[in-house]
């Protein structure tokens, strides 16, 4: 819901910087690999209880998550450089909490498992989504340049990092945070179902 607004103001600075590295010869791919990295040391923090320093962390992978766009833009992006950056953001987005239900599972097991489940399925409707559009040639600028559709939602990656800091800022709170974002995110899910419905349905 966040996502178009705060890429408005963010994008500039972004493209600037990513102008910089290309000249410097850093690869798209790279950064995105870099990002993972860090995303993962804020997972490993946050299952060893240094939250703060988790949050530090994920501020600054997810700061690779959009310089590798815009490096991308400034050189020659491919197609492998999308899918990677699909799959490692993936990969991201389920390491947070799989990192808290480890740091305390008495606490954190069920909130965190329903709340990988709300991913799994927010996801797949992402994806899926993604490829019957591809399938019938529709494109959209609504998210700037991509690698494939985006569909908008209530629950995208501004509004899910802004529910991980919060996290690591009120770690006692992550059960009934947790559970309100997995319903948020399956709220979602169900919206783009309801598009999918209006969009791709063929009556006979």
Not at 6 to 21: E, H, W
Not at 120 to 148: C, D, H, P, Q, W
Request: include cysteine.
């Amino acid at each position: 819901m966040l996502d178009g607004a705060v890429r408005r103001q963010l994008d500039p600075l972004l493209d600037r910087l990513g102008a910089a590295l290309v000249k410097r010869g850093v690869k798209a791919d790279t950064i995105t690999f870099f990002g993972l990295g860090l995303g993962l040391a804020a997972a490993g923090l946050i299952a060893y209880r240094f939250y703060l320093a988790g949050a530090v962390m994920i501020l600054l992978s997810r700061l690779c998550d959009g310089l590798d766009g815009a490096v991308a833009r400034a050189s020659h992006g491919t197609d492998f450089g999308g899918f990677l950056d699909i799959v490692l953001d993936f990969a991201f987005y389920g390491a947070i909490p799989l990192a808290f239900i480890v740091a305390d599972p008495a606490a954190n097991a069920l909130a965190g498992a329903f709340l990988l489940f709300s991913f799994y399925v927010n996801g797949s409707s992402f994806l899926a989504y993604s490829i019957m559009a591809e399938k019938r040639a529709m494109t959209t600028s609504v998210r700037g340049a991509k690698s494939l559709y985006f569909t908008t939602g209530l629950a995208e990656a501004t509004e899910t990092i802004v529910v991980f800091l919060a996290f690591c800022l009120f770690p006692g709170w992550f059960p009934p945070l947790a559970a309100v974002f997995a319903v948020v995110c399956l709220y979602t899910a169900v919206s783009r179902i309801v598009l999918a419905r209006l969009s791709f349905f063929d009556p006979q």
